[in-house]
């Protein structure tokens, strides 16, 4: 299915904020990247994919309104765009209840976070397409098209570590420079940021609900990773329901990457503010299951372990 785009009549800028939106401290315009972590059947070729968000980073102790246009859309080239969501800023509850079937014991605390800075996040996962715009030309020895299944613009990315969405981050920044106000950038959403999106305001194992069916989104439901009756593979964004929000995939379909560094404790506070994950670590928290998770690892609270464990 082709990528919805969203255009606007008024000068373009990259980032708006809610009708009569107070900014004060440092307001965070976030574009997030998610990557499909290494899948759980061992024999099969590993996999990454991504989508990202967007982070606006203003300048600190600067104060004052801004006026949105609605949603926004990134221009990448004359025929390929980035729709963005505007998240607000807001407190919720990080984590699973005991109770939760198949949560994670030993990383998913219930915990207030609260988020005090409102963020853009793409409304899909980042698509072939977008990322062959960004990174068509890079000097890095990257392939543009690092994709299992090419030739398929509007599935996510693949075959693209954390570095490398890195890169890809570096070049968007400067190739959208003449558009982005002093002081703000993309980069990846925090791990709390992407499952405050994620839930939308819900508080249930899933965005839609405390069930899981192939209607709701494209995940391993019949059979291994390579036999059965789910699709094996990606597909194009936006083939199922959007969250409340209006943010597709957030469960299925690819892994995504978050900015943190994976810390099996969450920290302590009531609320956590802004927080944003361990000083240092061994490797980062991905999030949202992919084509190859059983239902258990699309759950809203689910951290995916190391590299290489079951996910």
Not at 134 to 141: A, C, I
Not at 152 to 169: G, H, M, T
Not at 187 to 206: D, F, H, I, N
């Amino acid at each position: 299915m082709a990528i919805h785009c969203e255009r606007v009549s008024e000068p373009h800028h990259p980032i708006a904020f809610p009708p009569k939106y107070l900014i004060d401290n440092t307001p965070i315009f976030i574009i997030g990247l998610s990557i499909i972590p290494p899948p759980v059947m061992k024999k099969l070729p590993v996999y990454f994919a991504f989508m990202f968000t967007v982070v606006f980073l203003w300048s600190a102790n600067a104060s004052r309104t801004v006026t949105v246009v609605g949603n926004r859309s990134v221009d990448l080239n004359s025929t390929v765009s980035l729709p963005m969501l505007w998240v607000p800023s807001g407190t919720f509850t990080m984590g699973s209840p005991t109770t939760e079937t198949d949560r994670q014991a030993d990383r998913e605390d219930e915990h207030n976070v609260s988020l005090t800075k409102g963020f853009y996040l793409g409304k899909y996962e980042v698509t072939q397409a977008q990322y062959q715009a960004v990174m068509t030309g890079n000097t890095d020895s990257l392939s543009a098209t690092p994709s299992e299944w090419p030739n398929n613009p509007n599935r996510p990315v693949e075959k693209v570590s954390w570095a490398d969405a890195q890169i890809f981050l570096t070049r968007l920044n400067a190739q959208q420079s003449a558009n982005i106000p002093a002081g703000w950038a993309y980069v990846l959403p925090t791990e709390s940021q992407w499952e405050y999106a994620c839930r939308a305001g819900t508080s249930t194992v899933y965005s839609w609900g405390d069930d899981i069916n192939s209607s709701r989104a494209n995940y391993n439901w019949d059979g291994g990773g390579t036999s059965g009756n789910d699709f094996k593979q990606t597909r194009d964004v936006g083939q199922y329901a959007a969250n409340p929000w209006g943010f597709f995939d957030m469960h299925g379909n690819v892994w995504e990457w978050t900015a943190d560094w994976y810390g099996a404790t969450y920290p302590t506070g009531n609320p956590v503010v802004d927080p944003t994950g361990e000083a240092s670590g061994s490797f980062r928290v991905r999030r949202g299951g992919s084509w190859l998770s059983d239902g258990a690892y699309l759950r809203s609270a689910e951290r995916a372990g190391p590299p290489g464990a079951p996910a």
